[in-house]
């Protein structure tokens, strides 16, 4: 069964810094799909980026980026120039297709606060 | 606007009512996820479905029940809540591997 390691419970950092947020999976698929989801206070789940495993360029998105390493089945987020409404906690999760099913495994989470 | 809607967003309710949380998505999209999430904010499967009659049970064991008899719609049943019940309640839907497109949760407290 796949799992996912998030083994950071909480961050904080200052406005405008930057910040890596880490996660590790273990899986022995050679074909699946890895996402950061963010989750503000008492709203929705919403997708921050995906990367899919056989691509080995990083994805991008504005101020989000994944490094990605297959070998080492790491999978990190990183928030350049932080702002107040990146406040809220983020999950990494592994996504394997199977038989049309589109099961994500969730990590913990990590608290994440950026401060004025 | 294509959405994922949950019903009630909150809900407060005695042991051994019978409960039902609403789950409906105006996408189009066949498959369609129900996940618990417990206050330490872990999520887990509870149950998934591939489509219109299509329900099966996920990784974590639950109680409740689902249906699928319409694409857009996916109710999930609590017969007789305890407080054991108790959680976060996280409706999603996808159609590729894009990731999920999830609904605002519905929060239950049995009491």
């Known amino acids: 069964a796949q799992t996912v390691t998030q083994s950071q419970p909480e961050m904080s950092v200052q406005e405008a810094e930057t910040v890596t947020l880490s996660c590790t999976y273990d899986t022995s698929e050679n074909n699946y799909y890895l996402f950061w989801y963010k989750q503000p206070p008492s709203r929705q789940m919403i997708l921050v980026i995906r990367q899919e495993a056989y691509k080995q360029q990083n994805a991008t998105e504005n101020r989000f980026s994944v490094n990605f390493q297959k070998a080492a089945k790491s999978f990190s987020l990183k928030i350049s120039d932080s702002q107040l409404g990146d406040t809220a906690m983020y999950f990494c999760a592994f996504m394997k297709l199977f038989q049309g099913a589109q099961k994500l495994v969730f990590g913990q989470g990590t608290r994440l606060t950026i401060n004025p | 606007e294509a959405d994922i809607y949950q019903t009630p967003r909150y809900l407060v309710i005695g042991t051994g009512k019978k409960i039902t949380l609403e789950c409906s998505q105006t996408m189009g999209h066949d498959k369609m996820y129900w996940y618990q999430q417990d206050p330490g904010m872990e999520l887990h499967l509870i149950h998934y479905?591939?489509?219109?009659?299509?329900?099966e049970k996920g990784d974590l064991s639950s109680e409740s029940t689902v249906s699928r008899i319409r694409t857009e719609h996916f109710p999930l049943t609590l017969e007789s809540a305890r407080p054991s019940h108790t959680s976060q309640y996280l409706c999603?839907?996808?159609?590729?591997?894009?990731?999920?497109?999830f609904g605002s949760g519905t929060r239950l407290t049995v009491v």
């Open positions: 479905s591939y489509g219109v009659n299509s329900t």
């Open positions: 999603a839907s996808s159609e590729s591997p894009g990731g999920y497109t």
